[in-house]
C-alpha cells in the first residue's frame, strides 16, 4: 500500500471514543468514500450502517457474507439452529491453530446473485430509513422554533396580565415539549 497509493482504508475499533453526532458523522463521511473501508468495530450499528461484506474468522478459516451484519446474523442462525455454534458447555471455543490452507471456495453465481439481491433490499431499506430521519429533524427543528417563538412571546411584557392567555399558552408548551421527545425517541428509535 506504500509503494503503489490505493483507494483503501483500514480501520480497527473506529467508533471507540466518539460521542453519538460524532459516530453519525463518520458513518456518513465513510458511506460517501469511494474506495474500500475495512474495518474491525463493535459497534452493530456502525458495522450495519457500512458493512456491505462481513467477514469472519475463526477455526483456521476466513468465512465471508455478502451483506451487511443483520444479513450475517441471519445466516449464522440458518446455519446453526440450535445456536451451538461458537459455545461449548457455555465456554467459547479455543480456536485451533492456524495452518495453511485454501480460502473456501467462492460462492456459486447463483449465492452471488442472492447476495447481491439482498443487500440491494437492504440499501433501499437503509436509504428509506435515512429518509424517514430526515423528515423527523425537520419535524424536530419545527417544533423547537415553535417552542423558542411561544418562550419569547410568553417574556413579552404584560402576557401575563391576561389569565385565560397565558393558561393556553403554559399548556401549548407543554404539548410542545412532549410532541418534542416523541420526536426524539423516534429519531433514536432509527438511530439503532
Do not use: C
Amino acid at each position: 500500500m506504500l509503494l503503489r497509493p490505493s483507494n483503501l482504508l483500514l480501520m480497527d475499533e473506529p467508533t471507540n471514543h466518539l460521542d453519538l453526532f460524532s459516530k453519525e458523522v463518520l458513518l456518513d463521511a465513510l458511506k460517501g468514500f469511494d474506495g474500500t473501508v475495512v474495518f474491525v468495530s463493535h459497534d452493530r450499528y456502525f458495522v450495519n450502517g457500512l458493512a456491505t461484506r462481513i467477514v469472519e474468522v475463526g477455526e483456521g478459516r476466513l468465512t465471508s457474507y455478502y451483506g451487511d451484519y443483520e444479513y450475517y446474523l441471519s445466516k449464522k442462525e440458518a446455519e446453526d439452529p440450535q445456536g451451538q455454534g461458537s459455545r461449548v458447555k457455555g465456554q467459547e471455543k479455543t480456536l485451533a491453530p492456524i495452518s495453511p490452507s485454501p480460502l473456501p471456495a467462492a460462492p456459486q453465481k447463483e449465492d452471488r446473485l442472492k447476495d447481491r439481491e439482498e443487500q440491494k433490499r437492504l440499501k433501499r431499506e437503509e436509504q428509506a430509513r435515512e429518509k424517514q430521519q430526515q423528515a423527523i429533524e425537520q419535524q424536530i427543528a419545527a417544533t423547537e422554533q415553535q417552542i423558542a417563538d411561544l418562550e419569547t412571546e410568553m417574556n413579552s411584557p404584560g402576557f401575563f396580565d391576561d389569565p385565560e392567555r397565558g393558561l393556553q399558552a403554559g399548556e401549548q408548551h407543554t404539548a410542545l415539549n412532549i410532541r418534542l421527545e416523541q420526536l426524539y425517541q423516534e429519531w433514536e428509535g432509527l438511530s439503532g
